[in-house]
């Protein structure tokens, strides 16, 4: 039984960081391709951020780029993202999910399992 179960959400002011861990258990992580989604209120779920099995990652939202760094330790079957000079527009569910698949997608169909969310809330 594959579970994916996020961490390190919560209520940060504009310009502070968090950083949020995601472990996956029940599957190979190693060689499924990670990654990160947001969802806010009233919209669409929209990717973040992935890595493959080698560390090779992609930022799928432009607004996050410079500030967001995604990252994974295969021996700890985790994954990460650090979140420097948060804005009140990062807030959202983010969602950690796994895909079989050696290529970096940002589409959300790719991707086979998924954790429940950690809520970010930015205030200003």
């Known amino acids: 039984q594959v579970q994916v179960v996020e961490s390190g959400g919560g209520l940060v002011q504009a310009g502070g960081s968090l950083r949020l861990s995601c472990t996956a258990s029940?599957?190979?992580?190693?060689?499924?391709?990670m990654g990160w989604f947001r969802q806010a209120p009233g919209k669409e779920r929209e990717g973040v951020s992935c890595?493959?099995?080698?560390?090779?990652?992609?930022y799928c939202a432009s607004s996050v780029k410079g500030r967001f760094t995604i990252s994974r330790d295969n021996a700890k079957n985790t994954l990460y993202l650090q979140m420097n000079s948060l804005k009140p527009e990062d807030t959202a569910m983010y969602y950690c999910?796994?895909?079989?698949?050696?290529?970096?997608?940002?589409?959300?169909?790719?991707?086979?399992?998924w954790g429940q969310g950690t809520q970010v809330t930015v205030s200003s």
């Open positions: 029940g599957l190979s992580f190693g060689a499924y391709t």
């Open positions: 890595i493959n099995w080698s560390g090779f990652s992609e």
């Open positions: 999910a796994a895909a079989r698949s050696g290529r970096l997608p940002c589409s959300r169909w790719e991707y086979t399992y």
